[in-house]
């Protein structure tokens, strides 16, 4: 599968952004989808994901309550809409797909992800 996101860019502390992560492919509602991060310096780290049927999402904790995943099978899409954004908010998005044999997993690790994405930047200005 191949991934392509977008809808990065530069807002303001407390702006939303839409993230949208396009797939390739027949068989997307297989994939579970998750989005990762990674600002300057820093290692690569878990934002979100969701379940193949969009059941089950995961969040870290430093995105909950602000950040929502979700996905379109039909569309072959997964989203991610980010809310009063945060300075710390501040890094390169990427969107990641790995097979699930059931509807009810989600993953977290980089390392669980096969499929990478290009990613996105986004820039939260104080």
């Known amino acids: 599968v191949q991934l392509q996101a977008s809808g990065g860019g530069l807002v303001q502390a407390g702006d939303s952004l839409r993230l949208s992560c396009a797939a390739s492919g027949r068989t997307f509602s297989s994939y579970c989808m998750g989005w990762f991060r990674q600002a300057p310096g820093k290692e690569r780290e878990f934002v979100a994901a969701i379940s193949r049927s969009g059941g089950i999402v995961y969040y870290a904790d430093s995105v909950r309550g602000r950040f929502t995943i979700d996905r379109d099978n039909v569309k072959n899409t997964v989203y991610l809409q980010m809310n009063k954004l945060k300075p710390e908010d501040t890094a390169v998005y990427y969107c990641?797909?790995?097979?699930?044999?059931?509807?009810?997993?989600?993953?977290?690790?980089?390392?669980?992800?096969?499929?990478w994405g290009q990613g996105t930047q986004v820039t939260v200005s104080s």
């Open positions: 990641a797909a790995q097979d699930s044999p059931y509807s009810g997993i989600v993953y977290y690790m980089t390392n669980e992800y096969t499929y």
